[in-house]
């Protein structure tokens, strides 16, 4: 998908670094509004191009009185009146606006961090019908404060202690919130954000699934060749596969599927996802056995971005070889080659504002986006690249792709490589991971729980523990079981077991799988860790 094909009104957000940044992307569309999340310190030619009717300028965290603070572009201000641009800033998108605009900025004598009360002080656009004196819980995360305002502008809201909360300059359209309005622990938050859009912006929601899948086939059908070939890496799990179903919608069977297995795949992987390919979804699937190609490559690598470049490198070169047989066969090579890329790759794979780089930042390069050869001969296609989970979801909804696919918890392009911490070929890890996974997962199926749960895994831990097994002493393995909830990958909360199903499932492995004799469980959120493990 290409924001330039998207027919509809944009939000366009300015990322200055904040955690939360991606979740007012998330509530914006949520709202039937397109919006997108690019630099702070992008140019300002980028952001004119992207004829954006509402500018919000995410928090961060920096100091507009740091050396090198991230801010928004010289003519910034300039474009945005002459062409009638609203702009919400956001925490440190707030004392930007200020700031730049010839108020002051200091640092406040008191910090405010997590809830706190506000009071509306003057009737006004961003709080609608909200009365003097109403007042609401919010999220602060800020020590700097707006001690003065630029000319014309109001303070609109205050915290408990004082400090400016909402400040607003209507005939300038520039608005602004010293909390966080797209998280849940501002209450109101979205109901500010609807009246902003909707109400102070006049925006329409027009946006949806519908015209998303007819402007991408339309853009498909414009970028490919009437006799071009399209390769699809089909992974089995949702993303590729909604890719492939919308690509096959387009140009038909001109598009050739092929499925490795890298030897990193889960328990009769390979078994399961042929069958579905064929029995469900009708595609047109080879499938390469690659796993000596793939294992031989990663024997002694431990370093987890070093696995996913290997891994990165060898699907290109199957991919490539594959496209030579195809040329063969029709007698053209082809051109292109899909893949089920979604906007929290793109995100992740960002460094942030700030560092010299680009926006947010760089948690982990991603096969499909920061570990592709840069000498690789197709040219990528990715249809999803501007959607979350969640909206993928809804397309393969539209496009017919079975429940049971769509409910598949994801599964990371690098497999299970990015599972076994360490050397993937150490003794017999894979297979016992596979193993223990199997069982991990079956269980939560059994229990009823599989569809409550965003993703759950085992990890294979390159460390053994001293336990009794048949009135033995052993030294094996130890394993972790890793379950989180969560609404697009983006932030997770770890999941919530009863005591009695942890209590069978570790039972359950160190009866069934020689070579463990101890079972953890992983209770981190995302934020500080990330999903996966590597």
């Known amino acids: 998908m290409d924001h330039q094909n998207v027919k509809s009104i944009l939000v366009l957000i300015l990322d200055y670094g904040s955690q939360y940044t991606h979740l007012i992307t998330r509530r914006i569309r949520s709202l039937s509004v397109f919006s997108l999340c690019i630099s702070g310190t992008s140019s300002l030619k980028s952001i004119v191009d992207l004829k954006p009717r509402v500018i919000i300028l995410s928090g961060g965290p920096h100091s507009v009185h740091s050396p090198g603070s991230p801010s928004f572009p010289d003519g910034f201000v300039e474009y945005v009146e002459s062409n009638g641009v609203f702009v919400l800033g956001i925490c440190y998108g707030l004392q930007l606006i200020v700031q730049r605009l010839g108020g002051v900025v200091r640092v406040g004598e008191k910090q405010e961090y997590g809830r706190m009360e506000i009071e509306v002080v003057r009737a006004c656009g961003l709080f609608g019908s909200k009365e003097v004196g109403h007042k609401q819980t919010v999220w602060m995360s800020h020590g700097d ?276 911490l360490g050397d993937v070929t150490q003794g017999n890890a894979l297979d016992i991971l596979r193993q223990v996974d199997e069982i991990f997962i079956q269980s939560i199926k059994d229990a009823g729980i599989y569809d409550s749960i965003w993703q759950a895994f085992a990890v294979f831990l390159p460390i053994r523990s001293v336990g009794v097994q048949g009135d033995q002493r052993t030294h094996s393995h130890v394993v972790a079981l890793r379950a989180v909830t969560s609404q697009d990958g983006m932030t997770a909360d770890w999941y919530n077991f009863e005591h009695k199903f942890l209590d069978d499932v570790a039972r359950k492995i160190c009866n069934s799988v020689r070579g463990v004799n101890r079972v953890v469980q992983d209770i981190t959120s995302k934020p500080p860790s990330t999903i996966e493990w590597e």
């Open 145 to 420: 404060e707006a001690s003065e305002l630029p000319e014309g502008f109001e303070v609109v809201a205050r915290s408990q202690q004082g400090s400016v909360a909402a400040v607003e300059n209507r005939e300038r359209r520039f608005y602004g919130l010293q909390y966080h309005p797209e998280v849940t622990h501002s209450p109101e938050g979205m109901e500010t954000l609807r009246h902003f859009l909707f109400d102070v912006c006049g925006v329409d929601a027009g946006w949806n699934m519908e015209d998303v899948l007819n402007e991408e086939i339309k853009l498909i059908n414009g970028m490919v060749a009437p006799d071009d070939h399209v390769i699809c890496a089909l992974s089995g799990g949702v993303d590729s596969t909604v890719a492939a179903t919308l690509v096959h919608k387009a140009i038909g069977d001109r598009l050739h599927c092929v499925f490795v297995d890298n030897g990193l795949l889960r328990y009769k992987e390979r078994e399961r996802v042929m069958e579905t390919f064929e029995r469900d979804l009708h595609l047109p699937v080879t499938c390469v056995d690659a796993t000596d190609q793939f294992l031989s490559k990663l024997k002694g690598v431990v370093d987890p971005e070093m696995k996913r470049k290997i891994i990165g490198k060898e699907f290109i070169a199957i991919f490539d070889a594959f496209g030579q047989d195809l040329e063969h066969k029709h007698g053209k090579k082809p051109v292109y080659l899909v893949q089920g890329t979604l906007y929290p790759d793109v995100i992740e794979s960002c460094p942030p504002p700030g560092s010299g780089r680009t926006h947010s930042h760089t948690i982990k390069s991603h096969h499909n986006v920061g570990g592709l050869p840069k000498d690789m001969k197709l040219k990528l296609i990715e249809p999803l690249k501007l959607l979350f989970k969640d909206e993928v979801r809804e397309l393969g909804r539209i496009l017919n792709v079975p429940q049971a696919f769509l409910k598949r918890h994801p599964f990371p392009g690098p497999g299970l490589a990015v599972r076994v």
